[in-house]
């Protein structure tokens, strides 16, 4: 066998066979959260470009670091769907369809909707740890960094990606995601990119918890169609 193809089947030929099966046997209700997800972030795109509705989009959604705590727990759930102003909105979409998808599939939709949070919640108490500290620490961040909004659903979709893939042994490929996220930082130090390592440090946290009770689906039932991890619903 080519040795690209074996190196293919290696990393990602569990996660293919569990998301074909899944989506061969349920078709779209194997991802139905994840394209509620998708709809529920097109329709805040939508809204928060119309005059009528920005404020409301920020009211329910919008977290930043200078709003009091409990107003940012109460809007972080939200904000997992409310996609960046100054980007593409269809990227966020493929993102959220892709990804979310997966890991519904492969972990459940409410484990993978506890992971959002917990990698959005990690990011938005990052910022106010970071503003804290100032930027003279590794760190810290500016105190202009209070008024910028977090990042919306790319946290949860980094997080969820790195999550999905060190679960099902895709090793390679967390390192990747984690690699290009560090890169992100050195390149253009901002919030966003602080936050997506804060969300991925806490989902690494998650993986060492999870690590003792959990035992991966070995390799060598990859393709034999047979012995499939379960499908959760």
């Known amino acids: 066998m080519n040795p690209l193809v074996r190196w293919v089947r290696a990393e990602w030929g569990l996660l293919y066979v569990t998301v074909r099966a899944a989506l061969v046997e349920r078709h779209w209700r194997a991802i139905a959260m994840t394209l509620g997800a998708v709809c529920l972030t097109a329709a805040f795109q939508f809204v928060q470009n119309q005059s009528w509705g ?6 329910v959604g919008a977290v930043r670091a200078q709003d009091p705590l409990w107003l940012s ?3 972080t759930p939200l904000s997992l769907f409310v996609p960046a102003l100054d980007l593409p909105v269809w990227g966020a979409l ?5 990804v979310f998808g997966i890991a519904e599939i492969c972990l459940g939709w ?3 909707l506890a992971l959002a949070y917990v990698a959005t919640l990690a990011g938005t108490l990052y910022a106010r740890v970071g503003i804290s500290l100032g930027p003279g ?7 202009s960094d209070a008024q910028i909004v977090d990042t919306g659903p790319s946290a949860a979709v980094v997080a969820l990606a790195v999550f999905v893939a060190y679960r099902y042994r895709a090793y390679v490929t967390a390192g990747l995601v984690v ?6 930082v050195a390149v253009k130090e901002n919030l966003a990119g602080k936050e997506h390592l804060a969300a991925i440090a806490a989902v690494l946290v998650v993986c060492a918890v999870a690590a003792p009770r959990h035992r991966p689906p070995g390799r060598e039932r990859t393709g034999s169609g047979s012995g499939l991890p379960p499908i959760q619903s």
């Open 94 to 98: 493929v993102q959220i369809l892709l």
């Open 137 to 143: 620490n590794p760190l810290g961040l500016p105190a």
């Open 54 to 59: 920005y404020q409301f989009v920020q009211d």
């Open 179 to 184: 690699a290009s996220m560090v890169i992100e």
């Open 110 to 112: 409410w484990r993978t």
């Open 73 to 75: 727990l109460l809007r």
